[in-house]
């Protein structure tokens, strides 16, 4: 029942509402931590849908213990719902890197952090992504994309050459509400997102599909 709670909650709708509970019924449950952090985000945060959720907090997570990667990147912590997935695959004294702008939502992850058991291992960087990642002297190994939707094309371009060959992005929201299925597509972050799917579209180097999880979740890999 309360994946089912946390698919009609967190969904953006895309997907068939019932579909969508059908499937978080037949997925693993999230950890009792998790969901009192979708509660207490549904209840007092003022953008609750941005949390990542259950069937893509588990996506990430299973993503994360295939590939047990050393270094993983995340722009857009929110309260850290979907760090605390990435960071269960870890590899051994592997480190995951978190850059959220809003002071506010970045003192919520910490504590999330803490209540986790995981704060030793996730590094949070509070500011601004594109002053940050440059200063960050890390090879990626797995990357978590879900920040300012008009800044997707320059973090791209900041992050893609510090991904390991092999090395995977994983780019959040790239159907934007399904407004980039419109024939003429309107406002600021539709277009953004929409000019970025056509960058990597175009992007010879890097395998890419983008999977109907959601609000679309553009997986990217570096050849």
């Known amino acids: 029942m309360i994946q089912a709670i946390f698919a009609k909650t967190f969904s953006l709708e895309l997907i068939h509402p019932k579909a969508e509970a059908y499937a978080a019924n037949y997925s693993s449950v999230p950890d009792a931590l998790l969901q009192q952090i ?3 985000t549904l209840a007092a945060h003022k953008e ?5 959720g259950h069937l893509q907090g588990q996506f990430l997570e299973i993503i994360s213990k295939l590939m047990r990667p050393q270094r993983i990147l995340e722009v857009g912590t929110m309260v850290g719902y979907s760090t605390i997935c ?3 695959g870890l590899a051994n004294e592997g480190i995951l890197h978190t850059i959220e702008l809003r002071e506010s939502d ?3 992850a910490q504590q999330n952090f803490e209540r ?4 030793h291992s996730i590094q949070l960087h509070i500011g601004n992504a594109k002053a940050i990642i440059p200063q960050l002297n890390e090879t990626w190994d797995l990357v978590f994309l879900d920040a300012d939707k008009t800044g997707y094309a320059e973090y791209y371009t900041l992050i893609k050459p510090r991904l390991r060959n092999g090395g995977l992005i994983l780019a959040d929201n790239v159907l934007f509400h399904g407004e980039v299925l419109s024939e ?6 539709a277009k953004a997102i929409q000019a970025f799917n056509e960058m990597i ?7 890419k599909m983008i999977l109907t999880l959601r609000d679309g979740l553009f997986l990217i890999r570096k050849k």
């Open 106 to 108: 970045a003192a919520t």
């Open 38 to 40: 979708a509660t207490e």
């Open 184 to 189: 003429e597509i309107k406002g600021k972050n």
């Open 116 to 119: 986790a058991g995981l704060s």
């Open 86 to 88: 990435l960071a269960k």
């Open 201 to 207: 579209a175009a992007d010879d180097e890097v395998e």
């Open 48 to 52: 609750p849908h941005m949390l990542s």
